[in-house]
Structures are given as C-alpha cells and as structure tokens.
C-alpha cells in the first residue's frame, strides 16, 4: 500500500510562461530567507523537544479576531498564490474559471492585534526538519492539507508521496525530512452500516430496521496510528454529524454504540457528538508524545442560501460578507441552513476545555468568505459551498497555524 513513489522536481514544473516570474520570485524567497539570521541554535532544530502544550494560549493576540482587508488591484498576486498548478489539488475546488478567481485572492487576514505574517515555506521547512504533521478529519481538513503541501512543494526539491501510518496520502519533503499527510475519517469514530438482525435484539425491539452503527470509544482505522506518528497533529469533525442526507433520522439513523452494546435508550446524534470527542481527546493525550503539539480546529461554515446543498442552495457572492449578513446568516438564534457552524463549535469548545489540545479557531474569520466556495465551478449538479478555492481561503488558515506554532517556541525559548 505505501509504495514510496519519488518525484524528483528540479526545478518546480511550471508553465513557461511563468519561469521568468517564478524565477525572479525564488530569488526574492531566497533573498529574504538569507537575510534573516540561519537558524543556529540546536533547540531550533529540535522545535518541539522538551516542549509541554499549555492549554491556555500563551499569546498575546488573538489571530482569529480581525478583518479581511482587500490588496489594491497594482499590487500583484502575492508568491503563495502561485501553486495554482500544484496536482493536489482536487478538480473540484481548482476554481479558474470563476468570475472572481483572481479577486478572491486579493483579501488578506488581518488579525486586531498583530500583524499575521506572511507563510514562507523555505523557512518553514528550515524550521520544522525532522517533523511529521498529519491532518485528520474530513474533506474540509483534506482542503487545509492540500493548501499547506502545495505551498511546500513550490520551494522542495524532491517529493516522496507515500501514505504514512494509514494515512490516505502523505508527501516527504526530503531534504528536510518533514513529512505531512491527511487521515480521511468523517466522525473520527469508527461507523458502519447496520441492519436488524433476524434474531432480534434491543434495537430490534424498538422497531430500528436499519441505520449507521457508530462506535463511539473506536477510532476509525485511518487514523489509529496517527498519534503515535506525528509531532503535530490538527483534527476536525462536524460536517457528517449534521449529514441528515446520509446519516436520515428516519430511514438510516446513527445508532450510537459504547463498549460494544447500543446506548439505550438510544440518543441523538449530538450527544453521539459529544460521547466521540470525550473517547476521541483521551485516545489522543494517552497517546501521543508529551511534547506533541495538538490542535482541534473549530467548525468551516458554510455559505448555502436559498436552500440547502441538495436544495438548489448557491454561494454566487463575489465580495466576502458585511459583519451583519454574517450575523443574518450564522446566529444561532435564527436556525438558517447553515447554522451547523456555530452549533458544532459549542460542543467543541466543551469537549476541549481542560484538554491539552489548542483551538484552532478559523470559524469567524471564514463566516465572512461567502465569495471562496467553488460554487458552480466543479461542474457538479449541486453547487459547492462548503470546500473552498484553492489557491484560497484554507491558506490562511495555515498561516495562523503556523503563527501559533511560532508563538509557542517563542515563549518557550524565551
Ligand atoms: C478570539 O476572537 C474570536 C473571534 O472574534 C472570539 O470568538 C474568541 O472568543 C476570541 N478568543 C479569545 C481568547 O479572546
Ligand atoms: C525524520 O523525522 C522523523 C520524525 O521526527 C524521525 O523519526 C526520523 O528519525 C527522521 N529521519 C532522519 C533520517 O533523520
Ligand atoms: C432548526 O431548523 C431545523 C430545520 O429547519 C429544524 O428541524 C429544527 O427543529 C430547528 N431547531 C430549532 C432549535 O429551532
């Protein structure tokens, strides 16, 4: 299954026409990367060595309070933004023909407090040699994992593409030996399709005839080994647990499973929700290395209006939203489609208090980028208002990440 299959890429294949570009690009990296002091301490080398996550965030700003604030139309389209190309990226969310594709990049996050700094990947890959940083969760985490591999790739010269610790795909950046992979799992909890067995049972009894059976003290496989392989390790779930397409209250209920036996009497999803995060946060502090550095990353919303995904819904902004349509589309109060975001982030932030995992809080920031979705783009019956661009707003995401990261060796040093 893990054929190591080694792309040597020298220099990134690009299209031509950008060589000249790219190359005068790399050498501004290159500039800036010698001007700042090589790393030379060996505590730099071994990032997380002798690290221990607090649970309370030791930095002063906030990253995930700020504004989307709009490059003006003379300035280029910044160096991260180049990976357009990049074979990671699903066809599904590689978004140029969209009427807004260039001006969607346009936006940059700037947090109150500070300045986010821009991602440079040559330092990235300096910084985090010897590192494994797996991604687990569902296709919204597998968008983040691509836009962070894409980005690296642009300054790697050789690539292994392998799948590491049951990973659904994975990719070593070679000279640095940082190794980054995405472990597909929806509930993070082991399910599978269950029907009423001839010789009766609880369930039977209670007239269930056929739904998901969902284990919620099993990790799925995908990802059992996952903690004990990485360094760094981001996880999400949410979107599957409001699935009512899959996952019908009627025709193919969640059945949650504990130990083995059914819950009775049976509960909803949500508490399903609730019982996995609990199993799923101890499974991961029994086992992961204590100066492991874990994130939970809080919910990606949504941007169906005028219905939801299977209901004609669309996402045909051009321009990210006003602070109040934000609050018109999201509040908890007003129950709309798309009000799963907010409503997953309360049994998040529940299930992680006291935890040693870090929120990674992107929720607010993306509620306002109704513009970032492929929409009509995949050519797809049903338009796509939940994955995002890429190039595009998982990007930012990873710039926060890596901020936090930064942060946190910071202090340490200091
Ligand atoms: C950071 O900002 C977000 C978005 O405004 C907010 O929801 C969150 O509570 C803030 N976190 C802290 C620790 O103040
Ligand atoms: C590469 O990094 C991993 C993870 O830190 C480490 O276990 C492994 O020994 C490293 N390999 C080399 C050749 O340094
Ligand atoms: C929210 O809306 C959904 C679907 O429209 C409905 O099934 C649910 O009962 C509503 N929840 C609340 C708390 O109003």
Known sequence: MASPDTVKRHPPSIVPYFAGFLLLLSSIILFSSLSKPPSSSPAEEHLLAGHRASSSSSSSCNYSAGAWIRSPESDPVTARYSYGSCREIFKGWNCVSKPNARDLLRYRWQPHDCRLPSFDPLRFLRRFRNTNIGFVGD?????????????????????????????????????????????????????????????????????????????????????????????IIIFNTGHWWWAPSK????KSP????????????????????????????????????????????????????????????????????????????FSLDKNGTNVEARLVNKHLFKALEGSSFRILDITHMSEFRADAHPSTTGGKKHEDCMHWCLPGLTDSWNDILVALLESMWTNQLS
């Open 247 to 250: 996952f019908d209250p009627i």
């Open 139 to 231: 296709s919204l985490n597998r968008n983040m994992f691509v836009s962070l591999v894409c980005t690296l790739r642009q300054v790697a010269k050789e690539v292994k593409k392998w799948r590491p610790a049951g990973a659904d795909r994975g990719f070593t950046f070679v000279e640095y030996n940082v190794t980054v992979a995405y472990h597909r799992t929806n509930l993070l909890a082991r399910y599978g399709s269950w029907s009423a067995s001839a010789s009766g049972g609880d369930l039977e009894s209670l007239g269930y005839k056929q739904g998901y059976r969902v284990d919620v003290d099993v990790p799925e496989h995908t990802w059992m080994e996952a903690p004990m392989f990485h360094d």
């Open 254 to 329: 969640m059945l949650i499973f504990e130990k083995g036996m059914p819950v009775l009497p049976p509960v909803t999803s949500e508490q399903g929700l609730d019982m996995t995060l609990k199993h799923m946060i101890s499974y991961v502090e029994k086992r992961m290395r204590t100066n492991a550095v874990k994130f939970f990353r809080t919910q990606s919303p949504r941007h169906f209006e005028g219905g939801d995904w299977n209901q004609g819904g669309s996402c045909r902004r051009e321009q990210p939203l006003s602070t109040e349509q934000v609050e018109e589309l």
